[in-house]
């Protein structure tokens, strides 16, 4: 006989109250509530208050457990913000780890549904996604991946320029950080000039930045 503690294995409901779990179906449900008497913040001001307004139940979407899809039904609590300054009257309380606001998955299968969606875009992403029990479609994946913030954009060392062709007389042109091999931008026309005006723009902007830092 092992008995093994749920936190263990779903460390991300640690910090809520875990009710009851039901695998008699196709899907497991968690049903869980977050504790009552524990202050939140608010999401406005981020003033800690505990006086409840009411509770109701967010259905969150988590990363499979041994092949079956896991639904968490989560019971939250709405709060009312003590700030008199606040512009919100009322909030609802948000658990690190395990919930984001208007957000109707976890942040560990929100983080499986981006890197799949990074490494093999959408329909390729949806299938993969299927394989691991979850159910969305190739324009999700998209919409999912296209909400990423880009990492900051760093002046490239070594410029890589290539024309090609998109169709018959219609040309475009990439440039690609020759270091990181990752594009920087891609526009119509394999014009010189306009190749130019960018690179003297580039210049001149790095020459304003270097000036700022003098
Ligand atoms: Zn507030």
Request: charged share 20%; glycine share 8%.
């Amino acid at each position: 006989m092992c008995s093994v503690e749920l936190s263990y294995l779903l460390p991300h409901l640690a910090g809520v109250l875990v009710l009851s779990v039901d695998g008699s179906g196709p899907v497991v449900v968690v049903r869980a509530r977050t504790r009552s008497f524990t202050p939140a913040s608010c999401t406005g001001c981020g003033r800690p208050s505990g006086w409840c307004h009411s509770r109701y139940v967010r259905r969150l979407t988590d990363a499979s457990l041994g092949g079956r899809p896991v639904l968490i039904e989560l019971s939250v609590r709405r709060l009312y913000c003590e700030n008199a300054a606040c512009a919100k009257l009322t909030f609802v309380e948000q658990v690190p780890g395990l919930t984001v606001r208007y957000q109707r998955r976890t942040p560990l299968l929100q983080h499986m549904v981006e890197a799949v969606g990074v490494l093999l875009a959408g329909r390729g992403g949806a299938r993969m996604l299927k394989v691991l029990h979850v159910g969305l479609s190739r324009c999700t994946v998209l919409s999912q991946l296209m909400r990423i913030p880009l990492p900051p954009l760093q002046t490239p060392r070594v410029l890589g320029v290539d024309a090609f062709v998109l169709y018959r007389d219609t040309y475009g042109t990439l440039l690609v950080d020759a270091t990181t091999r990752l594009p920087l931008t891609l526009w119509e026309g394999r014009d010189a000039e306009q190749l130019a005006r960018s690179l003297i723009g580039g210049r001149q902007s790095a020459a304003k930045a270097f000036d700022t830092v003098r």
